[in-house]
């Protein structure tokens, strides 16, 4: 039998793949090496006297997405931010694509795409207006063609020329969302990727992270919809009061929790981030 590829990984914990969906090919499936996209180490960010992340290190390679995952607070968004480069850790490194991510270091951030929690687009720019400026910026070519696709899949089409102040939250969601599949990310961040999203713009939206993943991307989902990190998640991490809690994959939460397989997610979670439920990641 071929060795399993390596999977998602965080310091200490080991490998732990996961089989790929039936028909959903990934590097992993075709037993192809997978490279880590992203790295982080010891990832460290205080706000005054708050430690909100606390030596965090995650590795995330080719074909594989993360789940991120934890209570309010637990500092999922600040993790997520310092990954981007829009926040600057106190301590530790991320590299993506072998490249470390500096406050300089444009190339690193040209392989990123980050939709943030809360859509924030310029009120008085189109959605049109805010693809043709990300395609400006990363020099694409021929991107028009691909934007009317996501614009159509997104059921956006026809609200391409409005101005962002006229749409409704769920609308100007879309336009992040498309934003960010549109320069074709090697590394992908979600945060809370389903709020204000509708049933189809759901649907379009796991279908073009997976996509992002047969292509040899990888992604982190941050997320407290878990049904959605099981769909789509190879790795599960759940982070408490800024440190890892546990690591591995969504069929082993269960089992750390000592639940039965088939048992909703949200019951292992609710276990493992009681009191003393969890084991502490050093």
């Known amino acids: ?32 090496p997978v490279a880590a996209l992203l790295r982080a180490e010891g990832v460290t960010k205080r706000f005054g006297r708050t430690l909100a992340v606390d030596r965090v290190s995650l590795e995330v390679p080719a074909g594989v997405a993360l789940g991120l995952v934890g209570p309010n607070g637990s500092g999922k968004t600040t993790l997520i931010r310092c990954c981007v480069g829009v926040l600057r850790p106190e301590g530790g490194r991320v590299w993506v694509c ?20 809360l859509p924030d687009p310029v009120r ?22 691909e934007a009317e696709r996501l614009l159509w899949a997104f059921d956006m089409l026809d609200k391409k020329d409005r101005l962002a102040m006229s749409l409704s939250k769920g609308e100007q969601q879309k336009v992040m969302l498309a934003q960010a599949f549109l320069r074709r990310p090697r590394v992908l961040f979600l945060d809370e990727p389903l709020l204000g999203l509708d049933p189809r713009a759901a649907f379009v939206l796991k279908n073009e992270v997976r ?30 009061r800024g440190r890892l809690q546990f690591v591995g994959t969504p069929s082993g939460l269960r089992t750390a929790a000592a639940q039965a397989p088939g048992t909703p997610l949200e019951e292992a979670f609710v276990r493992i981030t009681e009191p003393g439920g969890g084991v502490q990641v050093p």
């Open 98 to 117: 072998d490249r470390e991510l500096t406050a300089g270091d444009i190339e690193a951030k040209r392989h990123l795409a980050y939709a943030p929690e």
């Open 211 to 240: 996509g992002v993943l047969a292509s040899g991307g990888c992604a982190v989902i941050a997320s407290h919809v878990l049904s959605l990190i099981e769909e789509l998640c190879a790795g599960l991490v759940i982070l408490s």
């Open 1 to 32: 039998m071929r060795a399993q590829p390596r999977g998602f990984v965080s310091r200490p914990g080991k490998p732990s793949p996961r089989q790929p969906r039936k028909g959903y090919l990934t590097p992993a499936a075709l037993g192809l």
């Open 124 to 145: 008085t720019l189109t959605p049109w207006d805010h693809l043709a400026f990300v395609a400006g910026v990363l020099e694409l070519k021929g991107w028009e063609k």
